[in-house]
């Protein structure tokens, strides 16, 4: 089983930045990588989330701020998030999901603070 390892988060005034990390155990190869966050009171959304073949999807609420991408060498997913607002506060979850030499897999990451005060 491979485990994810995020990383990155923290307090930060709006309008800066941030770089989360998540290290996965194992290959990342082939399998889609995403990160997720979920607001107190709110459901767990997409934020981003960028395919083997490095295709990437954005939510509209984080489109032209969040940048994903991925270092299949290193096994690890970032996420770099700029112009960050108030209403980007949340718990940011990665996920590795999809099928690759391990079968399929739907994994994730204990989570990660991120807190923009205003």
């Known amino acids: 089983q491979v485990q994810l390892v995020e990383s990155g988060g923290g307090l930060v005034q709006a309008g800066g930045s941030l770089r989360l990390s998540c290290a996965a155990s194992?290959?990342?190869?082939?399998?889609?990588m995403g990160w997720y966050r979920q607001a107190p009171g709110k459901q767990r959304e997409l934020v981003a989330r960028i395919t083997g073949g490095s295709t990437t999807e954005y939510a509209d609420s984080v489109k032209g701020r969040f940048t994903i991408s991925r270092d299949n060498a290193k096994n690890t997913v970032y996420l770099q998030m700029n112009s960050l607002k108030p209403e980007d506060t949340a718990v940011y979850y990665c996920?590795?999901?999809?099928?690759?030499?391990?079968?399929?897999?739907?994994?994730w990451g204990q989570g990660t603070l991120v807190t923009v005060s205003s």
């Open positions: 996920n590795l999901r999809g099928s690759g030499y391990r079968g399929y897999l739907d994994v």
């Open positions: 194992g290959s990342i190869f082939t399998y889609t």
